[in-house]
């Protein structure tokens, strides 16, 4: 073959497919136009009947077109919705037959199925998918096996606890998803939260920390001021995040000793996060025992000494609020005010300027 | 002699007939890798992870790191924009690198800045000393670092690494908008998979155009200019959808530094941003991937195609070109740095696959593309090859271009559409056609420029782009879908 023909064949092939390229474009854009026009249309006149359903679901009739498209929406719906407004829904969807296909999906062949059928049990709240949901946390796909879990966090049931810290034992699920399915199951789960203080597994062990410093189990300071010394690193950080939450001010003494003996240790074996979580621990816990050591670590490295500052600041900010002067706003928070009054003048001073740059985590939003 | 000539140029019209199948079939099969991924993630349907991610008081936070130099025009819309992310808990620092023009005194009646005392002990060195610290006494979680310009971006990135409290860093430029939710996307891999994933990169887009309120865009619009429109088209095709095509991979070897997400330990691991590279991007994407093949670990650098991160692209052709030149020299250096790697099995895919196609079809493209046409003009000139020939040639070439470019425009219609009206889509049809059509030869020229700076060992054109601000008119823009 000569190089005239290998270009003569490949202008056949690309004026074969550039016009098809073109086609297939504007044909696409035209059908999704008309798909969204149709959609909303749908939308349009089945609202009326999802929101009814809010109020009284088996009043609806559910064949037909519109029936289904009542169906799509409410789906939608559902992740935005709790307590009675979403117990309505799912029993549209119940009797609709969505969510016993979704239970039979559980067991779909195709991977996205069964993904999808996760998702909607779970927005749906439905305990009967719970045990389907469990086995699925040994799915073999990564992503089934991260949805079942979040699934069976919205469920919200306290059995699911046991499987759940399994999965994340044998690392099948990741600690993140395992950490929020928890909070979702609550204090009911507290039982099974305290055992897995002591479990062997260290990433079962700083879930758990930081699971009970998150629901307020107060009933776990003693066992989370053990862990300040565990072995694993993220272990030792969960539980003084988790004390620093629960606010126990006869937690202040530990954390004090821990960090002063991170102050002393030798630089190569610092633990730079480890001492920055006690420091915003004992800013959280806001005892004035703890100000001696913060204004130590004003002293150290930047990182350290913008912790301190922060801590410092929220201490000073909640000793006003407390004393009842006049509700501080945010700005008033970064003036020397909101330093606590037992520090040395000399700090107090530089502090009021390093104070300004605490920084103010967005709230979070457990919905 | 004429017959040796005719010989020599037939091998050499082979020879580039091979390198331009080899290379548009690549493009092709990444573009196609990269819809099979964008198809896999719409079949499995929305997902409450997002929602998740942004509940769990156990989500990492993130230090966000933009560096400014002379951005007056846009830079307060930028922060406001990072300070307006759907995030749970992050700061965000700017690293005002010496702007001679008003960047900081923006910033400073914005967010009402007070200095600080800037203690800092360096995790990364720097060469540009830091001047001041501030901080906003606005119930915003941003901290303002005045350094001394040396003219290297990388330079300000460390001195905000090193001020950086937690345990991510996020870059992002400061001519630039991430969208609301692109720091929740882009952190989704290191909360699913966070023994192994060490960075993630976003997409970039031009954001030319398009309507911005308060540090939010809206309906995005194609720019007004054809040479930003055919950036448009070009971003969309080498860095959404080829990054998602390697990142599938596992041989992503550029995080954009306009949005890039990475471990804070990792980067310092690395001794921060190369302050001599002029592609600190790739650089420290690759050294990442050194230092974690080389250790045994097993890790993942990931590309996030849905987390968008909208920026300002040149509009002149004197500051395009400007910039590919160091693009080009910039990659030459890398290339360079990381030679070893080259080939290497030891360095898996990376080192077998993703570093050669860089150093052949990124690197050396251009030097093939202006010989295909130049040996075609020395062809004619010599009479060993016919006019129709030439037509033939130069025809199939800018076929083969087009059809790659429609097919990343078809990905974009199917997956994301984020441009919606029929104007803007036959703005991109045109521009689909004119890029084949003397963009690109402008493109390998200047490329080529920049590979001679390097081979000569020549300073990069630094000089500023010339940066028109956002178009802030549009009182209440709909979101991007």
């Given amino acids: ?367 | 002699m004429k017959e040796v000539a005719i010989d020599l140029l037939s091998a050499l019209d082979w020879l580039v007939l091979f390198y331009f199948l080899v290379l548009n079939t690549s493009y092709l099969m990444l573009v196609l890798a990269a819809a099979r991924q964008a198809g896999h993630s719409l079949r499995r349907g929305p997902t409450s992870n997002y929602d998740d991610i942004f509940a769990n008081p156990a989500t990492p936070a993130v230090s966000v790191v933009m560096a400014a130099y002379n951005e007056e025009a846009c830079v307060v819309e930028s922060v406001r924009a990072a300070l307006g992310l759907r995030y749970p808990e992050f700061e965000v620092i700017v690293v005002d690198d010496g702007s001679s023009d008003r960047t900081f005194e923006r910033l400073r009646a914005e967010f009402d800045l007070a200095e600080v005392a800037p203690a800092v002990d360096p995790d990364v060195g720097t060469l540009g000393a830091m001047r001041s610290m501030h901080a906003s006494t606005t119930d915003d979680p941003l901290v303002v670092v005045r350094k001394v310009n040396v003219q290297k971006r990388s330079d300000a990135i460390n001195a905000g690494l090193n001020v950086a409290q937690y345990p991510l860093v996020c870059c992002v430029d400061a001519d630039s908008i991430l969208e609301a939710d692109a720091l929740l996307r882009v952190v989704e891999p290191f909360v699913d998979d966070p023994d192994r994933v060490i960075a993630t990169g976003g997409s970039i887009r031009a954001i030319n155009g398009s309507p911005v309120y308060r540090g939010q865009i809206g309906e995005p619009q194609l720019p007004r200019g054809w040479l930003a429109r055919i950036q448009v088209l070009e971003y969309l095709r080498s860095f959404l959808l080829g990054r998602s095509g390697w990142s599938g991979f596992g041989g992503l070897l550029i995080i954009s530094g306009a949005f890039g997400l990475y471990r804070r330990d990792a980067l310092i691991d690395i001794g921060g941003f190369d302050t001599d590279s002029l592609a600190e991007d790739a650089d420290a994407t690759i050294a990442l991937h050194r230092r974690a093949i080389e250790r045994g670990d097993d890790y993942r650098i990931v590309f996030v195609p849905d987390s968008v991160c909208w920026t300002e692209v040149p509009s002149s052709r004197s500051d395009l070109a400007r910039q590919r030149r160091r693009w080009s020299h910039g990659l030459f250096q890398v290339m360079s740095k990381h030679r070893r790697v080259i080939g290497n099995p030891r360095y898996g895919r990376v080192g077998i696959v993703a570093m050669p196609y860089y150093l052949l079809f990124e690197l050396l493209g251009a030097v093939v593309e202006l010989v295909g046409v130049a040996a075609v003009v020395l062809g004619l000139a010599l009479g060993v090859v016919s006019i129709d020939f030439a037509i033939l040639f130069a025809v199939v070439a800018i076929g083969f271009g087009i059809a790659v470019s429609l097919s990343a425009l078809l990905v974009e219609e199917v997956i994301y559409h984020k441009y919606r009206s029929w104007p803007d889509l036959l703005r991109l049809v045109a521009a689909c056609l004119l890029e084949n059509l003397g963009y690109r030869q402008l493109h390998a020229w200047w490329r080529l420029q920049g590979l001679a700076d390097a081979f000569g060992n020549r300073e990069p054109e630094w000089g500023e782009i010339h940066r028109a601000g956002f178009a802030a008119e549009q009182p209440a823009p709909q979101p991007p879908r």
């Avoid at chain 1, 559910?62 to 992740?79: K, Y």
């Avoid at chain 1, 040994?138 to 699911?160: F, H, M, N, W």
């Avoid at chain 1, 300004?356 to 709230?363: F, H, L, V």
């Fill in chain 1, 1 to 367: 073959m000569t190089i005239r023909t290998a270009f003569e064949i490949a202008l056949l092939v690309l004026s074969l497919t550039l016009p098809l390229m073109f086609a297939t474009l504007g044909f696409l854009k035209l059908s999704r136009e008309w798909r969204s026009r149709r959609y909303d249309q749908l939308v349009e006149e089945t609202r009326p009947l999802v929101m009814a359903a809010l109020d009284a679901p088996t009043s609806i009739d559910l064949s037909g077109r519109h029936g289904a498209a009542a169906e799509t929406i409410a789906a939608s719906l559902l992740p935005q919705l709790r307590g009675a407004d979403r117990d309505n829904l799912a029993n549209l969807l119940e009797q609709g037959g969505m969510l016993p296909q979704a239970r039979q999906g559980l067991r779909s062949r195709r991977a996205a199925r069964r993904q999808r059928s996760a998702e909607l049990l779970g927005a749906a709240g439905n305990r009967r998918a719970a045990a389907g949901l469990a086995k699925m946390l040994d799915d073999r796909d990564g992503e089934v096996r991260q949805t079942a879990a979040r699934a069976l966090g919205r469920i919200g049931d306290p059995l699911s606890v046991p499987p759940l810290l399994d999965a994340l034992d044998r690392k099948r699920v990741s600690a993140h998803t395992v950490s929020m399915a928890l909070l979702r199951i609550g204090s009911a789960g507290a039982g099974e939260l305290t055992i897995a203080l002591a479990s062997d597994s260290p990433r079962v062990r700083a879930v758990a920390a930081d699971t009970t410093g998150a629901l307020g189990l107060i009933a776990a300071v003693p066992t989370l001021e053990d862990l300040l010394t565990d072995e694993n690193h993220t272990t030792r950080i969960s539980a003084v995040r988790a004390l620093g939450r629960l606010g126990v001010p006869t937690a202040t003494p530990t954390l004090i000793r821990r960090l002063q003996h991170e102050l002393v240790v030798p630089s190569l074996t610092f633990d730079d996060d480890y001492a920055r979580a006690l420091i915003t621990s004992l800013g959280q816990i806001g005892e004035r025992s703890a100000i001696p050591v913060l204004e130590q670590s004003l002293m150290r490295s930047y990182r350290l000494s913008s912790a301190a500052a922060d801590a410092l600041s929220e201490m000073g900010a909640r000793r006003a609020q407390h004393s009842n002067h006049e509700s501080l706003d945010s700005e008033d928070r970064r003036t020397s005010d909101s330093v606590p009054s037992e520090m040395s003048g000399e700090t107090r001073d530089g502090v009021a300027s390093t104070v300004a740059q605490s920084r103010t985590p967005q709230g979070n939003n457990l919905s």
